[in-house]
């Protein structure tokens, strides 16, 4: 399996909400921070959100008071809760955590990529 799975991406209108999760697979002893990135067609990834070990939170100046990262540690699992989505933020969205496991030891680790699309 690969370590992260990401879901939730889709078609939206201006205004309305989706809800993104990142889960990681297979024989996970620990967990650093882990993030969501996004890119757009013709522009570079930029990092949307990204959240420690213990809870703390930062966010692109683009998507504070939009957006909200969190994190079920028991679960493994990070999420990204995106409201009053617009145009712009229309992307490839991709998670990244760094992952302590059984057979590999630490390793730094991308999703698979889920399209966000909104409309106007």
């Known amino acids: 399996q690969v370590p992260l799975v990401e879901s939730g991406g889709g078609l939206v209108q201006a205004g309305g909400s989706l809800r993104l999760s990142c889960a990681a697979s297979g024989r996970i002893f620990s967990v650093n921070a882990m993030g969501w990135y996004r890119q757009a067609p013709g522009k570079q990834r930029e990092l949307v959100a990204v959240?420690?070990?213990?809870?703390?939170?930062d966010y692109a100046d683009s998507v504070k008071n939009r957006f909200t990262i969190s994190r079920d540690n028991a679960k493994n699992t990070a999420y990204l809760q995106m409201n009053s989505l617009e145009p712009e933020d229309t992307a490839v969205y991709y998670c990244n955590a760094k992952l302590y496991s059984g057979g590999y030891g630490w390793n730094n680790y991308w999703g698979q990529g889920t399209q966000v699309t909104v409309s106007s």
């Open positions: 959240i420690s070990s213990g809870g703390s939170t």
